[in-house]
């Protein structure tokens, strides 16, 4: 699995890669925007770490999948659009054109 994912720079000095942390900053950053929604807080227990945001690069391409928060009085449908849009746009406008696919997982409805 790649650490990086590299852009395109357009000139011959070098190449640019982003970190896989990276995304997922730019992730939870945009799913806590979203008003109704947060990202789930990861617990850990004893050999069991569960990370409420995954990111995955392989071949140039970055799996996001985002476990969340949501409000009884939100509608589901309506908040996981929301928070795709919101992630890809924020990924969109930070890291130029790296492909990319959003999965939301409802983890507790509060």
Known sequence: MAQYVYIDNYN???KIGISNHVFYQIAET????VKGASVNQSKSLLFLLQNPIQITISKGLVNVKVAV??????D?????LLIQEEVATALTSL????PFRIDIKIANII
């Open 30 to 33: 945009a799913t806590n925007k």
């Open 76 to 80: 589901i449908n309506k908040i996981c």
């Open 95 to 98: 890291t130029e054109l790296v």
């Open 69 to 74: 928060n949501i409000s009884k009085k939100a």
């Open 12 to 14: 011959n000095l070098g």
